[in-house]
């Protein structure tokens, strides 16, 4: 089965903190239970980066986003997506449901310049979200499996310093040609990055394989 209803950030303040685990918390339970009743052995709920809150705010360098960095959430967002992951993860604990919840980054419509920004370390493409779902119910697992779902970011550890300092000096590095393509189409490179969201959890878990990258926004033909 898999679990997407959710009230979003964008929701925060229109909707009450109740309705908030009404929908996030309580639903997914009341989805959980209903698997346990009918023998559904696979539940994999859609989850978002946004969870990690306050520990992606950089110190001396971008922020090195892997599934063990411990959440600090903001807001009754973050909070329930984080209890609806324990409520997945008790599921699987207690009654042998296998759950796997994917840690899905920006992915919503935006301008142009943006998206292809954040294909560098903070989005990804809805096609790329459809099969790491399709993925996620397909491939063997067992336990409960927390996964961040992004564009592949080009970046190493080692980068992260020049990140937050001078980010477009680190993507020049990665992709000589993006300045003239980004200068052609009145873009700007970003100054600086204060995260990255690492997939490699899920490319050696899943198979995951993200093929609407930074590159491809682009259009391979610019280069």
Known sequence: MIHTASLHAPHVGAY???????????GTETLLNACL??????????STTSLYGNAMIPKDRAVWVTEDLPPIPRDIYDETKIAAEHACQAAAANAGLTGVSLRISRCFPEPAPLMAI??????????????????????PLSGFETLNISAAPPFAPEDTE???ANAAQVITRYYPWAPEVFRRRGWVLPHTIDRIYVIDKAQRMLGYRPEHNFDTVLYPRDR
């Open 16 to 26: 009450s903190e109740q309705a908030f685990y009404e929908t996030n918390v309580h």
């Open 37 to 46: 009743q009918h023998g559904v052995k696979r539940f994999v709920y859609t």
């Open 118 to 139: 954040y294909r560098l370390y903070r989005g990804v493409d809805l096609r790329d979200v459809a099969n790491a779902h399709r993925l996620a119910l397909s491939m």
């Open 162 to 164: 020049a990140l937050l």
